[in-house]
């Protein structure tokens, strides 16, 4: 007999999705408090004038502004704290986090450790911050990491060289405000890999162990609009980048429940070790891991081959190989410069990351994710 329908629901923040929201900042922040810290990576805000604005609107509403200007792509524990200990010296009531899932991570981080003390070290999964924290609002100027809506903060362990997270309910912003007009600064390299970025969370949240009906319900549409949007968004038309934003937004709710797996889990030591953009580094290990969700979940794979509008042959690898090739992305380990004789390496960091590996909707083994970097390479 059938259990049924089954999943608890809980999303605090508020969320204002419209061209042009950046210049309503002072009055959505009304009632945080008096004083703020604007979290920045060191070079977007400033080059388009947007510290400027951001710094105008908050003074609008009598918000006294400090900056943290310091994030660099794939943060690390140690820049979470030193934007802490920034928001420490100044004593601000809230954050603002203005930039991509770096910016919004960190100001997440800090949040836990102005709030409750310590380091971002001490935080770490598997501990669950459910605990209250100061106000955080956060802007995205990617469409990628759907960070503004999600209870995940992902940093750079420098002593492991590992991705690590911080995560809980107690992350998830108060405000998050979506402006698409933000949007046409992004270059198109970086369109195509936080765009990837949001897929991938789509398909891994849809291929999830612990997906349910609801969250069904974002991902598959996310993948949906990301097939259609993704390439004109690369190409720099502001509709399809607007249609994408939105996309991450939905991506990012169902990984709230479900978690990211395979392409999340394998895709970090691309990161860690070459650097690599996350969106493109979760890539190339999902055209592999897609045969085995097709191979595993055939029914569930059907369905999402229906819903996006999959044709012809070659399956979900051949239809996502197809839109990576048309956004300039990646697709095999060896274009990335990397020697078979390194693949080894690859597994045995790749197993490492059990917390994503985990929510699979089948057992990954080692032999497994060997595999899956063979199928790619």
Partial sequence: ???????????????VFERGSLNRLGELVKGLGGKALVVTGRQFAKKYGYDSLIKSQ??????????????????????????????????????????GGSVIDVAKAANVVYSLGGS????????????????????????????????????????????????GSGLLPTLAVLDPLVLKHLPSDQSASTGLDALSHAIEAFFSSRATPFTDMFALEASRIAFRKLPCAVEGFLDCREWMLYASMLAGYAINYTGTNIGHGLGYPLTTRLNLPHGFANTVPLLGALEYYEKYAPERARLFAEHVGATGVGGLRGLFKELCREVGAPTSLSGLGVRREELDDYVREGLKYKRNLSNAPFEVTEEIVRDIYERVF
């Avoid at 007999?1 to 969320?15: D, E, I, N, Q």
């Avoid at 598997?126 to 759907?146: C, D, I």
Wanted: aromatic share 10%; charged share 25%; proline share 6%.
């Fill in 120 to 167: 971002a070290k001490d935080y770490l999964w598997p501990r669950n911050v459910e605990e209250k924290l100061r106000p955080l609002v956060a802007v995205p100027t990617t469409h990628g990491t759907g960070s503004e809506v999600t209870k995940y903060s992902v940093l750079v362990d420098r002593e492991t060289g590992m991705k690590v997270a911080v995560s």
């Fill in 1 to 15: 007999m059938s259990a049924g329908l089954r999943f608890t629901h809980k999303h605090p923040t508020t969320v």
């Fill in 58 to 99: 908050l003074e609008s509403a009598g918000v006294e502004v400090y900056f943290f200007s310091e994030v660099e792509p794939n943060p690390t524990i140690e820049t979470a704290d030193r934007c802490a200990e920034a928001a420490r010296k100044a004593g601000v009531d809230f954050f603002v986090a203005f930039g």
